[in-house]
């Protein structure tokens, strides 16, 4: 109760609180052209090219002592091709307090958790906005209660989720998606609440040395969902529907750091989805510093995926036994130009997927992006079989405000 009667304080002082401090306003825009190297495997999918529009907006205001701040992060994606793909979302939306030793954050937030490159394990928090790409990166805002204590032996984050959010995916017309179609609109839940259970995580922070470490625990509704690809499985409209489980995991996610030399891990093990199982990411970049007279960098980078989840019954993964291996070039030079090659091949079949990308800053206000992912030898059998004729090249200029 007195959590609950500090927070209703704080928020009768945010009228007088806004006569004060300083605001902050920014915005990008970004035109987006997909363009697909193959015709699409099933028939109601788009050919070849994909436009779209992105809009991002940023408001901040700050208190003048620094302890209270508002965020406002909306988004939106205008897509010439699939309507799934035109959507809104309030990446972050939120009040915080940062008083000396605690720090409380009430509203939609996006945090991240992990320290690998090719998947990341422990980021369970926010849901991923499948109708963005397939990396995972995306993720939509997360409602929340978020309090954390900062101490000098680490920093302990505590978070109430009282609302879900599914994961959203590409409609009929969309291409990178699965066949069936995936109906992201009635989604059904384990919990007799469905999307108003309230979710819990906590994690511990600090760094040891050379080491950083993140201990992780979750317990509430799966941010992955299941899929019956029976006739049991699909609506009245033969598409496929999402299964949310609830679920226990706890993480781990570890970073070592020696001279050139980053060694990293992360791993789970996760309840309420058939067995128990565990899943790891684990492997190091390594970077040969001034490669080039104007001081440009090289890092190499390898990680091994393993995931022992039953198949057929959590939900499908592609990460079950893989290596990841890439190289990221940095020219170090004012437009921030860097190019990040990477593929992840299945050790047991063979299916293989790469990825290019390239930005590079334009003045003080543009920048530009290409990005190339492409599938190859992909196995019959493999979850990647879907995106087989899905190879795609991205490019994106973006305009900041």
Same mark, same amino acid.
């Given at each position: ?51 779209? *529009? ?5 408001? %901040?205001?700050?208190?003048? #002592? ?48 992990g320290v690998a490159e090719s998947r990341h394990l422990v980021d369970i928090v926010n849901q991923t906005d499948a109708v963005e790409d397939i990396d995972e990166e995306d993720k939509l805002g997360q409602p929340m209660v978020k309090v954390s204590f900062l101490k000098d032996w ?28 995936? #109906? ?18 906590? %994690? ?13 625990? @979750? ?17 009245? #409209? ?35 989805? +058939? ?19 104007? +001081? ?12 022992? %989840? ?5 939900p499908p993964t592609a990460s079950d036994n893989d290596l990841f291996y890439g190289a990221r070039y940095a020219l170090n030079d004012f437009q921030d130009t860097s190019i990040l090659i990477g593929a992840i091949t299945d050790l047991e079949n063979g299916s293989s997927s790469g990825l290019v990308e390239a930005e590079r800053r334009f003045g003080q206000n543009w920048t530009g992006e290409f990005e190339a ?20 090249? *991205?490019?994106?200029?973006?305009? @900041?405000?």
């Amino acid at each position: 109760m007195r959590a609950v009667r500090t927070l209703a304080a704080m928020a009768a002082l945010t009228p007088a609180l806004a006569s004060a401090g300083e605001w902050e306003f920014g915005a990008e825009i970004a035109g987006e052209l997909r363009t697909f190297v193959k015709e699409p495997t099933f028939d109601e999918q788009l050919s070849d090219f994909q436009p779209s *529009t992105v809009v991002l907006g940023d408001v %901040r205001w700050t208190s003048d #002592n620094g302890k209270h701040q508002f965020v406002a992060v909306p988004f939106y994606r205008l897509d010439g091709e699939d309507d799934e793909r035109t959507h809104a979302d309030l990446r972050e939306g939120y009040y915080r307090y940062a008083g000396n030793n605690v720090d409380i954050l009430v509203g939609a937030a996006k945090v991240f958790w992990g320290v690998a490159e090719s998947r990341h394990l422990v980021d369970i928090v926010n849901q991923t906005d499948a109708v963005e790409d397939i990396d995972e990166e995306d993720k939509l805002g997360q409602p929340m209660v978020k309090v954390s204590f900062l101490k000098d032996w680490g920093t302990i984050d505590v978070f109430a989720l009282p609302y879900f959010r599914p994961r959203t995916f590409p409609g009929s017309r969309g291409r990178l998606r699965f066949d069936p179609v995936i #109906n992201d609109d009635d989604p059904i839940y384990e919990d007799a609440d469905e999307e108003w259970n309230t979710d819990f995580a906590i %994690r511990y922070s600090h760094f040891f040395g050379s080491f950083d470490v993140g201990i992780s625990g @979750f317990t509430g509704t799966s941010r992955e969902p299941s899929f019956s690809f029976s006739p049991d499985g699909l609506d009245e #409209n033969g598409l496929l529907v999402p299964f949310y489980d609830q679920i226990n995991q706890v993480g781990v996610d570890v970073q070592y750091t020696n001279e050139a030399w980053l060694w990293k891990f992360e791993g789970i093990v996760r309840e309420g989805q +058939g067995d128990t199982f565990a899943a790891t990411v684990a492997g190091f970049e390594y970077t040969f510093f001034g490669v080039t007279e104007s +001081g440009a960098d090289l890092g190499v980078l390898v990680e091994h995926l393993y995931d022992g %989840r039953e198949e057929f019954i959590a939900p499908p993964t592609a990460s079950d036994n893989d290596l990841f291996y890439g190289a990221r070039y940095a020219l170090n030079d004012f437009q921030d130009t860097s190019i990040l090659i990477g593929a992840i091949t299945d050790l047991e079949n063979g299916s293989s997927s790469g990825l290019v990308e390239a930005e590079r800053r334009f003045g003080q206000n543009w920048t530009g992006e290409f990005e190339a992912r492409f599938f190859y030898n992909v196995d019959d059998e493999d979850l990647l079989n879907a995106f087989r004729d899905d190879s795609v090249i *991205t490019l994106r200029v973006t305009r @900041f405000f």
